[in-house]
């Protein structure tokens, strides 16, 4: 009786799983009109971990009339296939599998079920998409499932899971420039892996975990449920953002150990979260920074650049070794230089970063570039980044801490204020339960990870922990210290534009006598004639060789900031190939001609028990819970649950 009533569970969560998609029509004269085809693969893992066996329940959803017959192909060779849910049977020839159908009179479509098992010489030659590896270990020491039973000592089961389906695709994007650019890149089928509800006998089991570590394995979710610790991971299989290859790890202290078949779930999907994206103010900040050093670099410019310093050192090296051609052709190649590092008719006030010219149609110098630049810092950045902590502050605030309560919830109380006074009110109801298990260690993510955010540390994810380095405060370091070295710059500059003399609108030098001599560069030139050739070219050497390594920095760091703007422009061409690809892995069998395909993964570790037949396999606990993810994950919640209430 117990196992009819199962069975007729199995079903009726299997039938949920036709929900999940609407099928499409097939354009063939006498076939069905539309036909949706549902696979769940079940791999068993043998003591080796290899795969032993291969099922897939295929769920097929016919839309048509009366009797009809449906062809569905099979890529591999199958050792049995068999209805499920009523006498017709199922015919194989040459991998082609024959199957009635019958749709009752008034009905828009029939169901049917089968089970087919593949023929285990298939198996070696099947590449499956996610390799699944599960490796048990006591005291240490690696050992097979089969020798576990009964055994007491410090158990660890690591589960290694790989993503195999990366291949090399040509992605096409529109850059900020408004160009086309072309990259070639590895691009996955993205599939989740879930573990989900690891049961560990708290009498058997104890000082269990789950550890993780950041960029290679999550961190498991422990839950004690009535003397049970049940254990979850979930393991997005999704690069670049998550690695193609990741592993769960489960350590704790057994005796007499018995375990369950384990379940591994694989579907795949793009997984969608609650992140907050901020690649939009990341790259907004990042063009700012790469105008500043574009500036920079058109200030101190090419030696084949007009208006620019590196020409106007090269021009005065060459004029000094010209003398003969006079000090008025040295004096106006003098003037480019100051010129390059500040232009005085320039106006920064009416600078246009679009034209890179003011109001004037005068460009900037390299001073005039670096202020502009320190004033984007000063004035943008800084107290940006004091009003997003005064905002982080403020939500951490409002969260509170968990010793928050005994105020009347209002507009002022904290959260944990608000959710203490709760619990006390569904005190001893699962209500309680509730607020316990699931919205207080929320509370406590989201205040730990507000205050990361802010200050830095470890974010707390669905998929364990990572390190933040780029927080708020971090960025606003930063930008300070930016803004110090281009103050230093600046005062750099100044000395070089004092040092050559100022100048007026027309670039003519103003006279400035200091002690009875010459007191800059540009009015000087009258009594260097002499000293030229012994101090002015060697000077002038080492001012070019500098000037260029400030124009080297300014292109590199302008390619850097390149390469990082082009990351962020490429991520939706990288989304929109990652959904492609998931979309496409639509079946593992095959399936009829023009029918929808949908198809999910499991994996089933052997049960380790103490019964003469020591390595069990639950085929019906399989089918529960990977129709439960499958429905969680891509249907509607009402369409979920419906069957459920008609299960009771």
């Known amino acids: 009786m117990f196992r009819k009533t199962k069975i007729k569970k199995i079903f009726i969560l299997f039938m949920a799983l036709s929900l999940v998609i609407a099928p499409i029509t097939v354009n063939a004269q006498g076939n069905p009109e539309k036909i949706l ?7 068993n893992l043998n003591d080796n971990g290899e795969i032993a066996s291969i099922q897939v329940l295929n769920h097929l959803r016919v839309s048509g009339k009366g009797n009809v017959t449906i062809e569905d192909k099979s890529k591999y060779k199958l050792s049995s296939a068999r209805n499920l849910y009523s006498t017709d049977k199922v015919t194989i020839q040459d991998n082609n599998l024959k199957i009635k159908a019958n749709i009752p009179a008034g009905d828009a479509f029939g169901d049917v079920y089968y089970l087919a098992e593949l023929d285990k010489k298939e198996i070696a030659s099947i590449d499956m998409p996610v390799k699944i590896k599960v490796e048990y270990f006591l005291d240490g ?21 790989e993503n195999t389906t990366g291949e090399m695709k040509e992605l096409e994007f529109t850059d900020s420039n408004g160009e086309v650019v072309k990259t070639e890149t590895e691009v996955f089928t993205p599939y ?19 550890p993780g570590i950041a960029g290679e394995s999550p961190e498991g979710v422990l839950i004690n449920v009535q003397g049970i610790t049940q254990v979850s991971w979930t393991v997005p299989l999704v690069p670049p953002k998550y690695p193609a290859s990741q592993y769960t790890v489960l ?47 058109a200030g101190v410019g090419a030696p084949n650049k007009d208006q620019t310093l590196l020409f106007g050192l090269s021009s005065l090296k060459d004029g000094l070794h010209q003398v003969s051609g006079g000090l008025t052709t040295l004096k106006d190649n003098l003037k480019q230089i100051r010129f390059g590092l500040q232009n005085p008719a320039f106006e920064a006030v009416s600078y246009n970063a679009l034209s890179g ?25 800084l107290p940006a980044f004091t009003a997003q902590k005064l905002v982080l502050s403020t939500l951490e605030t409002t969260v509170g801490t968990a010793a928050d309560k005994g105020q009347q919830p209002s507009l002022t109380t904290s959260l944990y204020n608000d959710v203490n006074m709760l619990k006390g009110a569904v005190a001893g109801t699962p209500a309680e339960q509730i607020i316990t298990g ?36 971090a960025l606003e370091l930063g930008a300070n210290l930016m803004s110090d070295s281009l103050k230093k710059v600046d005062q750099g500059l100044t000395i070089m534009v004092l040092g050559l003399g100022q100048v007026d609108a027309n670039g003519n030098p103003v006279k400035v006598m200091l002690n009875g001599s010459p007191g800059s560069l540009l009015y000087a030139l009258d009594y260097l004639q002499a ?18 390594q400030i124009g080297s920095g300014a292109v590199g760091a302008k390619e850097a900031i390149a390469a990082g703007l082009q990351t962020f422009e ?34 089933q570790t052997p049960e380790v028990s103490k019964d003469a037949n020591a390595m069990l396999y639950g085929l019906g606990a399989i089918i529960i819970a990977l129709i439960i993810l499958v429905a969680i994950g891509r249907a509607p919640k009402e369409l979920f649950e419906a069957p459920v209430s008609e299960q009771a």
């Open 37 to 43: 085809d549902n696979e769940l693969v079940i791999s």
């Open 141 to 161: 020491n690696k050992i097979a499932p089969s020798k576990l039973s009964g055994k007491s000592g410090r158990l660890k089961i690591v589960c290694h899971v």
């Open 192 to 210: 989740v892996v879930s573990l989900s509800g690891w049961e560990f006998d708290n009498r058997k089991f104890s000082n269990i975990s789950a």
């Open 251 to 297: 350590e704790a202290d057994g005796k007499d150990i018995e375990l369950p078949s384990f379940k591994i779930g694989v579907i795949p999907i793009v997984p969608t979260t609650a992140e907050i994206d901020n690649l939009g103010t990341v790259q907004e900040s990042l063009g700012m920074l790469y105008d500043g050093f574009d500036q920079i670099e």
């Open 357 to 381: 010219a003011d109001a004037s149609g005068n460009t900037p110098g390299v001073k005039d570039a670096v202020g502009l630049l320190k004033s984007n810092v000063d004035e943008k950045f």
């Open 438 to 473: 699931a919205i207080e260690p929320k509370l406590t993510a989201i205040a730990k990870n507000v205050a990361v955010f802010r200050d830095g540390g470890t974010l707390i994810t669905s998929g364990g922990t990572m390190d933040f380095p780029a927080s708020v405060s």
């Open 531 to 548: 000293a030229i050739d012994g101090q002015m070219v060697p000077g002038i050497v080492q001012l070019q060789d500098g000037t260029g």
């Open 570 to 603: 490429s991520v939706g061409a990288i989304v929109s190939a990652l959904e492609d690809n998931a979309s496409q892995a639509d079946t593992f069998l095959g399936k009829p001609e023009g029918a929808y395909g949908t198809v999910a993964y499991v994996f």
